[in-house]
């Protein structure tokens, strides 16, 4: 009696491509932003900016050191 | 208290990331640098008020965002309207072939007002959820949602791609229907 529901399983239907996440790779939108933005983080970065940290940091106040 | 070495090592790592956000802001790469070198003297001066455990990156965009639009402010927008925002205006044409050229891709973000840029170049590109973009832009998770799908029919519409949803990766047959049902 309780084997009965067993072919219910197969019932859901399949989520339509693309309408979960219309910034996915399934847009093409979705992925020149993605292109885009890799490309521009993947960039070389300036030695200013280690150079501006060191400075910060040698420039700090000694006073907390003990 | 001083800065924790930890601290430092942090920030240089999430320097490319400072850049690329800044340059989706502000279109310019020298003033993208000048913009992330304020970010970090401004997260070194406040490196107290950064809660360890907590999304350094989203403390940092905060930052940088507010930095942008305080500079933006101050130079009554002459930031992105003295640049070449016209001439790239002129350059944008529709995509061939289905293959969206990443020149036109980038013309076509210029276009598109400051506030639905940044929507979609967080939620679309940096990783950001909807709820750590609304807190960067200091607005509701309904606004920013609503920017990024207006950013997303704009650029949609500039670039004629024309309900994509439909297409998938088959976006070649979208183009050559061209003007086909909305």
């Given at each position: 009696?309780?084997?009965?529901?067993?072919?219910?399983?197969?019932?859901?239907?399949?989520?339509?491509?693309?309408?979960?996440?219309?910034l996915g790779s399934?847009s093409?939108i979705g992925r020149?932003l993605k292109?885009?933005?890799?490309?521009?983080?993947?960039?070389?970065?300036?030695?200013?900016?280690?150079?501006?940290?060191?400075?910060?940091?040698?420039?700090?106040?000694?006073?907390?050191?003990? | 208290?001083?800065?924790?070495?930890?601290?430092?090592?942090?920030?240089?790592?999430?320097?490319?990331?400072?850049?690329?956000?800044?340059?989706?802001?502000?279109?310019?790469?020298?003033?993208?640098?000048?913009?992330?070198?304020?970010?970090?003297?401004?997260?070194?001066?406040?490196?107290?008020?950064?809660?360890?455990?907590?999304?350094?990156?989203?403390?940092?965009?905060?930052?940088?965002?507010?930095?942008?639009?305080?500079?933006?402010?101050?130079?009554?927008?002459?930031?992105?309207?003295?640049?070449?925002?016209?001439?790239?205006?002129?350059?944008?044409?529709?995509?061939?072939?289905?293959?969206?050229?990443?020149?036109?891709?980038?013309?076509?973000?210029?276009?598109?007002?400051?506030?639905?840029?940044?929507?979609?170049?967080?939620?679309g590109?940096?990783?950001?959820?909807?709820?750590?973009?609304?807190?960067?832009?200091?607005?509701?998770?309904?606004?920013?949602?609503?920017?990024?799908?207006?950013?997303?029919?704009?650029?949609?519409?500039?670039?004629?791609?024309?309900?994509?949803?439909?297409?998938?990766?088959?976006?070649?047959?979208?183009?050559?229907?061209?003007?086909?049902?909305?």
């Amino acid at each position: 009696m309780k084997t009965m529901g067993k072919d219910t399983i197969a019932g859901a239907p399949p989520r339509r491509a693309g309408s979960a996440n219309p910034l996915g790779s399934n847009s093409e939108i979705g992925r020149k932003l993605k292109q885009y933005y890799d490309e521009l983080v993947s960039d070389d970065v300036p030695d200013r900016f280690a150079q501006l940290l060191s400075q910060l940091e040698n420039s700090e106040p000694a006073q907390k050191k003990d | 208290m001083s800065v924790s070495p930890r601290f430092k090592t942090d920030l240089l790592g999430s320097i490319p990331s400072l850049r690329a956000f800044a340059v989706s802001l502000t279109q310019n790469s020298d003033k993208a640098d000048d913009l992330v070198q304020e970010t970090l003297v401004k997260a070194w001066d406040k490196h107290e008020s950064f809660q360890p455990g907590t999304n350094l990156k989203a403390w940092l965009f905060t930052i940088l965002r507010n930095e942008f639009y305080s500079q933006m402010r101050k130079r009554g927008r002459e930031v992105q309207d003295s640049e070449g925002i016209m001439t790239s205006r002129l350059a944008v044409h529709p995509a061939q072939h289905g293959q969206l050229d990443l020149k036109d891709f980038r013309g076509a973000l210029e276009q598109l007002p400051e506030d639905q840029r940044e929507a979609i170049i967080l939620i679309g590109a940096s990783g950001f959820s909807y709820e750590e973009a609304a807190e960067i832009c200091g607005c509701a998770v309904g606004t920013i949602k609503s920017r990024v799908s207006r950013a997303r029919t704009k650029l949609q519409d500039i670039l004629k791609i024309s309900g994509e949803d439909e297409y998938g990766p088959d976006a070649i047959s979208s183009q050559v229907m061209g003007s086909s049902a909305a």
